[in-house]
């Protein structure tokens, strides 16, 4: 059973830094897309980052130059590292998984996690 767990996230000052994790179990990262998704209350969802399962990476518009996805096999666990944080950051931070060898941010994706919140002041 796959199952994603996200920790790290809480309240930061603008500027700042917050690594998020997702601890993955039942999946394996050479065959399964990983990715990385915020939503705000009554607000679509938005696609932050995602890795593909040979590695390639493919980040949203509101993440391109501040947001790193990565993976560590060993472990099982995906992380973003995110720089130079906004108040517009502000957000309830999801790691999900899917199936499909060429996947995307804009199409529902099979497994999700329980969401870890990130708040910036500022």
Sequence with gaps: QVQLVESGGGSVQAGGSLRLSCAASGVTFSSICMGWFRQVPEKEREGVALMYSGGGTMYGDSAKG????????????????????????????????DRTYLCTLNRAWDYWGQGTQVTVSS
Excluded: G, H, W
Aim: with cysteine; proline share 3%.
């Design 66 to 97: 501040r947001f790193t996805i990565s993976r560590d096999s060993a472990k099982n666990t995906v992380y973003l590292q995110m720089n130079s944080l906004k108040p517009e950051d502000t957000a309830m931070y999801y790691c999900a998984a």
